[in-house]
């Protein structure tokens, strides 16, 4: 703009709806001008003096519109606006307000634009994040089946997030979100973990409504690459210090399956355990066999004590563990079980025979 200029448009409510033939007036310390809108609703002042301490004001059907002070730029010029109620938005926001009072009717909801996924490398798996915006476009709350999310079969720890909508309910694998919902957006936030196995995971659940779009949020490591059949496209970032993958796809229909997999993750050798596991089962052996051979010397005794007891430190360690894991929710919970109740029989077992030596 021409400096020492002051262009000021009026609407009513909206930019659809200028308002022409306005008289507005542009006003300060030793200065007060006037000018008449035109057919977009523009006035326009020109050949002000910089630095001048002005602000603009109109009266449109009774209602008056005042800017806030402002200074003639040294260069260029300013652009305004000035916004008069539109009785009509009024009335229609009062009969929203209205409508969202009335009892729900049956309806269906969709996952917003504003839906994503945000996964985070953890030390022990990844940590996912369902950020998920319920979208009612209806003017009254509607109630529809509950949406149900199914958790991948790997999946442990699922828990809601603080912010989500009341009626979301964790329960095992499963994430409930009971209706009814409100016109507009229900914030419905939960998360899970899923521990590391190989280099290589894929997770995969299934969407009980539409989904607008697929966005996900990857934290990654050098080597990590995300690839789906729902991501069109994908691209680095780095934010304080973090690496990224973004990636975004097209709408998805009710009941289709996002499936997400991820390359290059950390991950824990598995031969620890295993190794683990062979020693424990060759003390058991070794406490068999030597029962077996009846009485014993005390030097005997002494050593059958010592492996007891080295025997059940080892089950004691493993079930620090496990139980470790479990708080973490690094082990899937049915695995959690029933290893617990193996090494808390074999425990058992232990302490019993410790207890036979000492009698003996």
Not at 292 to 305: I, N, Q, T, Y
Not at 327 to 344: F, H, M, N, S, W
């Amino acid at each position: 703009m021409p400096a020492g200029s002051i262009m000021v448009r009026v609407i009513r409510g909206q930019l659809t709806k200028p308002i022409t033939k306005q008289t507005v007036e542009l006003s300060g310390p030793g200065i007060r001008k006037t000018a008449a809108t035109d057919e977009a609703g523009r006035a326009q002042f020109n050949g002000l003096t910089p630095g001048s301490r002005l602000k603009a004001t109109t009266t449109v059907a009774g209602e008056k519109l005042e800017s806030r002070e402002f200074d003639v730029p040294a260069a260029g010029g300013i652009k305004m606006m000035l916004v008069a109620t539109d009785p009509d938005t009024e009335k229609r926001a009062a009969d929203d307000r209205r409508l969202a009072q009335e009892p729900p009717v049956p309806g269906m909801v969709v996952l917003g634009d504003q839906s994503r996924f945000v996964v985070e490398l953890g030390d022990d798996g990844l940590s996912v994040f369902n950020i998920l915006q319920v979208m009612n476009t209806a003017r009254r709350a509607v109630e529809t089946e509950p949406l149900v999310f199914d958790l991948p079969p790997a999946a442990s720890g699922a828990s809601v997030l603080e912010g989500s909508a009341p009626n979301t309910v964790a329960a095992g694998k499963r994430i409930t979100v009971s209706g009814p919902f409100p016109p507009g957006a229900t914030a419905v936030q939960f998360a899970y973990s899923i521990p590391y196995g190989s280099e290589s995971m894929t997770i995969e659940q299934r969407m009980p409504v539409a989904m607008a779009q697929v966005s996900v949020l990857a934290q990654r490591t050098p080597s990590m690459h995300l690839t789906s059949p729902q991501v069109k496209q994908t691209r680095d970032m780095n934010e304080e210090g973090e690496s990224y993958i973004l990636a975004q796809g097209p709408a998805l229909k009710a009941g289709a399956v996002v499936s997400l997999t991820f390359t290059g993750l950390p991950h824990h050798p598995a031969w620890p355990r295993n190794l683990a596991l062979a020693i424990a089962v060759a003390i058991l052996g070794a406490g068999a066999w030597a029962a077996a051979r009846g009485p014993l010397g005390a030097r005997s005794v002494e050593a059958r004590r010592r492996e007891l007891k080295a025997e059940r430190d080892a089950l004691f360690a493993e079930l620090t563990s496990i139980e470790q894991q479990c708080r973490r929710g690094t082990i899937d919970d049915a695995e959690y079980a029933e290893r617990r109740r193996e090494l808390v029989a074999s425990l058992e077992g232990i302490y019993a025979a410790i207890d036979e030596e000492a009698a003996a």
